[in-house]
């Protein structure tokens, strides 16, 4: 903290501007998305006006704020190495970069068979017993 005399001579203290940041929170770096849709968080100082993300170098996209953070949903991707990078625009008009975060994707191949799980043969007995009731749930 910075000291300085006040106008009635007393030591009055001031606290320093805080310094803008941008950070990817997720995904982490060298995270493996297993999912074909994922939200990305990032971090960003109080200043932001505007944060937006750039996968793999594509345009820059905007994200939503909510609960603190700011978010960018994300689908359509193929199964490959990635990295983003976020930006803000900060309330004063200045631009801050974070670092680049890399990441890959690993989706299950389109001809892969799926073990079913145990809800899905909860769910097939529960319409077997519904249906034999004369109840259809679709």
Same mark, same amino acid.
Request: aromatic share 10%; net charge positive.
């Given at each position: 903290?910075?000291?300085?005399?006040?106008?009635?001579?007393?030591?009055?203290?001031?606290?320093?501007?805080?310094?803008?940041?941008?950070?990817?929170?997720?995904?982490?770096?060298?995270?493996?998305?297993?999912?074909?849709?994922?939200?990305?968080?990032?971090?960003?100082?109080?200043?932001?006006?505007?944060?937006?993300?750039?996968?793999?170098?594509?345009?820059?996209?905007?994200?939503?704020?909510?609960?603190?953070?700011?978010?960018?949903?994300? %689908? #359509?991707? !193929?199964? $490959?190495?990635? =990295?983003? *990078?976020?930006?803000?625009?900060?309330?004063?008009?200045?631009?801050?970069?974070?670092?680049?975060?890399?990441?890959?994707?690993?989706?299950?191949? %389109? #001809?892969? !068979?799926? $073990?079913?799980? =145990?809800? *899905?043969?909860?769910?097939?007995?529960?319409?077997?017993?519904?249906?034999?009731?004369?109840?259809?749930?679709?």
């Amino acid at each position: 903290m910075r000291k300085h005399k006040g106008a009635a001579g007393f030591i009055a203290a001031e606290k320093p501007a805080e310094q803008s940041y941008v950070v990817v929170d997720f995904p982490q770096e060298g995270e493996a998305i297993l999912s074909p849709e994922y939200t990305l968080r990032v971090g960003a100082s109080a200043d932001a006006e505007k944060v937006e993300v750039s996968i793999d170098g594509a345009d820059w996209k905007a994200c939503r704020n909510a609960v603190g953070f700011w978010w960018f949903d994300w %689908a #359509g991707y !193929a199964s $490959k190495a990635h =990295k983003v *990078s976020a930006r803000i625009t900060t309330k004063d008009g200045r631009t801050v970069f974070s670092d680049p975060r890399k990441f890959s994707v690993k989706l299950p191949s %389109a #001809g892969s !068979a799926k $073990k079913p799980t =145990k809800i *899905s043969k909860v769910r097939k007995k529960l319409s077997k017993m519904l249906g034999d009731a004369g109840i259809n749930i679709a």
